[in-house]
């Protein structure tokens, strides 16, 4: 049995979802840890994930965390259609697109996402509430991370660190295509891409894919090209239509700082 705990509006959620799409596969299980309600923190879900984080796929009694791990390990558990390249070598390749994603990608969506969004969110919540949230991370550093985007918005290192991160990932992902080919590793959709669809869905839903993809129109070639993949639409990847609109209307009124941060970021590293 395959068992999936997933929350439909987590960005890391998505790349199992639209690996499951991409493989054509139906019959797994699903649990819902609604992170809004605080689920992840329920001390049976944190016997399967201490980190208190989706997803977790459960296969035959084992567990499997990590998201782009989950992908690969469903990636050799249905081969067809495969989404690795037959060369070793460009396998290692394509896992070092992933790892970047993995470490530094993902802080910056979730640093931009806290000092966009969820920020307002969690400013509105009575102190003890809040109190009540922070006491109950289970992982240090990202506790710091969402503490110092909250508090600080655009002004935490943190959202300085994502401008870096992105601009620098954006680059890249320019530079590869710029031979002409459609995906990241050539001819074949592989996992490096897959891994980044849904943090490029959620920079997208808070406006700020544009910015950073005007002057990149390989870049933006590929992004309409993942936005019209079935795996894509089927797993619904990206915000849902209400949170589109928090986004947008929550993401407007921050722009500006985004813009500026961006600026000086350029005139130093750029
Ligand atoms: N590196 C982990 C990160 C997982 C992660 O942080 N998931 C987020 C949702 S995208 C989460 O569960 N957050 C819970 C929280 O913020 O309390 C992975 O890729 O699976």
Same mark, same amino acid.
Request: charged share 25%; glycine share 6%.
């Given at each position: ?55 977790? %796929? ?6 499997? !965390?990590?998201? /782009?791990? =989950?992908?690969?390990? #469903?990636? @050799?558990?249905? $081969? ?79 959202? %300085? ?6 601009? !620098?990932?954006? /680059?890249? =992902?320019?530079?590869? #295509?710029? @031979?002409?080919? $459609? ?88």
């Amino acid at each position: 049995m395959l068992e999936l705990f997933y929350f439909e509006n987590s960005i890391c959620s998505e790349r199992a979802l639209m690996t499951f799409a991409e493989k054509g596969v139906t019959d797994w299980v699903p649990h819902h840890v609604h992170l809004f309600e605080h689920q992840q923190f329920d001390p049976e879900y944190l016997k399967i994930n201490p980190k208190a984080q989706v997803p977790t %796929l459960v296969h035959e009694g084992e567990i499997i !965390r990590e998201s /782009s791990l =989950i992908a690969d390990y #469903l990636d @050799d558990l249905y $081969p067809e259609p495969p989404l690795k390249p037959q060369s070793l070598t460009a396998t290692a390749q394509m896992r070092e697109w992933i790892k970047e994603t993995d470490e530094a990608g993902y802080e910056g969506v979730a640093s931009l996402s806290f000092v966009a969004v969820f920020r307002a969110k969690l400013l509105a919540m009575p102190e003890d509430d809040l109190n009540a949230y922070w006491a109950g991370q289970t992982v240090l550093e990202r506790t710091q991370r969402q503490k110092s985007c909250v508090y600080d918005g655009y002004e935490s290192p943190y959202a %300085l660190r994502a401008i870096a991160t992105w601009e !620098r990932i954006f /680059s890249k =992902i320019e530079e590869v #295509l710029a @031979d002409g080919r $459609p995906w990241i590793m050539g001819e074949q959709f592989t996992l490096a891409d897959l891994n980044l669809a849904p943090f490029v869905a959620r920079l997208d839903g808070l406006q700020l894919v544009e910015p950073w993809l005007q002057d990149r129109p390989l870049t933006q070639k590929w992004w309409q090209a993942i936005q019209a993949r079935r795996s894509y639409i089927e797993a619904r990847v990206g915000p849902s239509a209400g949170e589109t609109e928090t986004m947008r209307i929550e993401g407007a009124k921050v722009f500006g700082e985004f813009e500026q941060k961006r600026a000086e970021y350029l005139a130093a590293y750029g």
